[in-house]
């Protein structure tokens, strides 16, 4: 963006028409750098919007991070309770199984007693009732034992299949 040395210098033998000539070459000039100078603020202005966008995405990316991370430590303490629950009602059905192995070693150690041989073996009228109420129990305590330890295994599934869904919901 330089002027011409020789448009500048002006001596008091140029004639007007030389002067409105070389005014004329000077409006020329002006209007040029004018427009130089109105091209170059709307690249200001244009590069001005870009880092305002930029910065704008740049937050909505660390913000998006941020959720994404509270998500992932939402999974996390989902994915540990799940997990300790998983080991809870392992140890539970664990426990039940062993008791009812036990119950029918002991069934089968003591020979095979039908509920009708203990309720026959009664001595008298009371005594027959309560084997009658000894028999229900048992009967009753046995099929609860293997109904909670189905139950439990059932559970152990479910959550396990929840377990997985959310791992697969955290590597997302």
């Known amino acids: 963006f330089y002027l011409h040395t020789d448009v500048n210098k002006v001596t008091a033998e140029d004639s007007i028409s030389e002067l409105e000539q070389k005014q004329a070459e000077l409006k020329k000039k002006s209007e040029e750098y004018q427009k130089i100078l109105d091209e170059t603020n709307d690249e200001i202005a244009k590069t001005k919007e870009y880092q305002k966008s930029l910065l704008g995405k740049v937050q909505t990316v660390n913000e998006e991070i941020v959720v994404s991370q509270e998500k992932i430590n939402e999974l996390d303490k989902k994915i540990q309770s799940k997990t300790k629950k998983i080991n809870q009602l392992n140890k539970d059905i664990e426990d039940r199984t062993n008791t009812l192995r036990k119950r029918i070693k002991t069934i089968y150690m003591s020979g095979d007693v039908s509920s009708l041989e203990i309720i026959l073996g009664a001595k008298d ?19 609860k034992l293997i109904n909670d330890i189905e139950s439990d295994m059932d559970a152990v599934k479910a959550e396990k299949k929840e377990l997985q869904s959310d791992k697969k919901d955290q590597e997302k």
């Open 125 to 143: 009228f009371s005594d027959f009732l309560d084997k009658v109420e000894l028999v229900r129990n048992v009967s009753n305590y046995d099929e």
